[in-house]
């Protein structure tokens, strides 16, 4: 795909929470042979142990500013509601040049606790990053070097960001096969309010409505593989989108206003079947058109 | 599983509607070594060539009454809405001893077509079916033998079924690998509503609501694998999908009631970040402790 030239080997990288999302970073450097030396931040002494045994870290520490310090590239891998603490954290400790990410699912607010944590001199260095990838099993266990292999990663670098800070996070996520997009931080956060957020919530409702139901446990039991699919991603980890689905509420609110002015027209088309075969037809055709984000284009 | 011996094999099958669902029963059965000789009933000359292709049907008529004719089992496997006609076709093409079963995705309205169809003496030998199985992709070319393996098939009989129709229609999907359920048509849709229906209609309308928006075409280029799972059943086929939806759009039309207050409670929620994680937490729990229906046990 891409002619760049690989990128230059990360010295030291800071991994600032060893989860799924960080876990797979480091991981995946280091198959690609671009990282000499991993720190691993983590709270407990077990999800140290987990970072330790799942190959992610050559060393663990439950202090960032020691992570982050003489490191070349920091990864912030810690749920978006603790950025703004984990930044004021490790801010002292970075070096004129560090190159600084996250991999927040929302950007608004990440850049908005950016702003308040860093000085200018380091704000020039942070590169905020969403990686579109993940499981709905979190957890350092499941990390995997090639858990950002075709995966979009957006980018919503701030206007004061360097550019040299931008081309390193661009050709670092590169190398390891993700396909990097850029925009705002709002733009962002609209667009996955719409692909991402919104279905989260819409299959957390579903699920809660029927399991909530008197019957609901007889009607499960008849429930099959479009049910299974529809409502994978209600298994997502409540804290990780508690946090985003707060962080976001007011694009996902307007997401899910564009949601039930549709339900209402299907609700309404119920008794009306030519009516309600275009209203399919228009969503049939639609997903039908539609090929996820990173999968190679049709021959 | 069962320790039932194997079902006499069927003489003749006539198999109502060549398309995914009838030409799977075929298959299987053929498969299984249950069948002697297939009849398939197509319209169009292109879905006889189809079916015979497919190694579906020994012959193939366009007329459900020749198709019948001399069947010892009678598969209706056309779109619901075509139920009632095509009964009155066939009903008078059928022995005392004809077992006739749909696979209809619906059932009240199935059983109320059947009544006014069939006599009390046919009405005897109709064993309602719903097998939940099926992809997103209909036709005979999709037709695979097993397709029912492991599949929930849920009988509705009526009051007046025969015992040994009930029977003989539970032993020839037990052979084909299915788990047989039977209840009522009501209930059937009852609970269908809950894990089908719903989940087809608000997929439906997450994909047009999505879709019809200004910026929809760049956001869908951003959407992962949870929006891929999610809104697959959005794919389905409209005039399938606006056939149940509209016979069953009182059930429907409950559980989408459900569904909405459990939706108003969680945007609720949205800046009350301790209250909507318990409430995500509840779906998600749910949906850890729901196993596929016909998925072997947990060891």
Avoid at 30 to 50: D, F
Avoid at 131 to 148: F, N, Q, S, T, W
Avoid at 155 to 168: I, K
Avoid at 272 to 298: D, T, V
Wanted: proline share 7%; charged share 20%; net charge neutral.
């Amino acid at each position: 795909m891409s002619t760049a030239s690989p990128p230059e080997p990360v010295q030291r990288l800071a991994v600032i929470g060893c989860g799924l999302m960080g876990g797979s970073f480091a991981l995946a450097l280091r198959a690609a042979g671009l990282v000499r030396h991993v720190v691993g931040v983590a709270r407990s002494p077990e999800a140290r142990t987990r970072a330790a045994a799942r190959g992610v870290a050559d060393e663990a520490t439950d202090d960032p500013a020691a992570a982050a310090r003489g490191a070349d590239v920091v990864l912030l891998a810690v749920p978006v509601a603790a950025t703004e603490a984990t930044l004021r954290a490790l801010a002292p400790a970075l070096a004129d040049d560090t190159l600084l990410m996250d991999v927040g699912s929302t950007k608004a607010d990440v850049v908005a606790a950016a702003r308040a944590a860093l000085d200018a001199r380091r704000l020039a260095r942070f590169v905020p990053a969403h990686p579109i990838a993940g499981k709905e099993k979190a957890g350092v266990e499941h990390a995997c070097a090639d858990l950002y292999r075709g995966a979009p990663v957006i980018l919503t670098p701030l206007p004061q960001t360097a550019a040299d800070a931008q081309r390193r996070a661009r050709t670092l996520w590169q190398a390891l096969g993700a396909r990097v997009h850029a925009m705002s931080p709002h733009e962002h956060d609209a667009a996955l309010a719409a692909v991402s957020h919104l279905p989260h919530l819409l299959a957390f409702a579903a699920m809660h409505a029927l399991a909530q139901q008197p019957d609901g446990g007889r009607f499960l039991a008849l429930a099959g593989p479009g049910f299974r699919d529809f409502t994978r991603i209600a298994a997502s980890d409540p804290e990780v989108w508690r946090d985003i689905l707060h962080a976001n509420a007011a694009e996902v609110r307007a997401q899910a206003a564009a949601f039930r002015a549709a339900l209402d027209a299907f609700e309404a088309a119920l008794d009306e079947p030519a009516r309600l075969q275009r209203l399919i037809e228009a969503a049939s055709r639609a997903r039908r058109a539609w090929a996820p984000a990173g999968a190679p284009p049709s021959p």
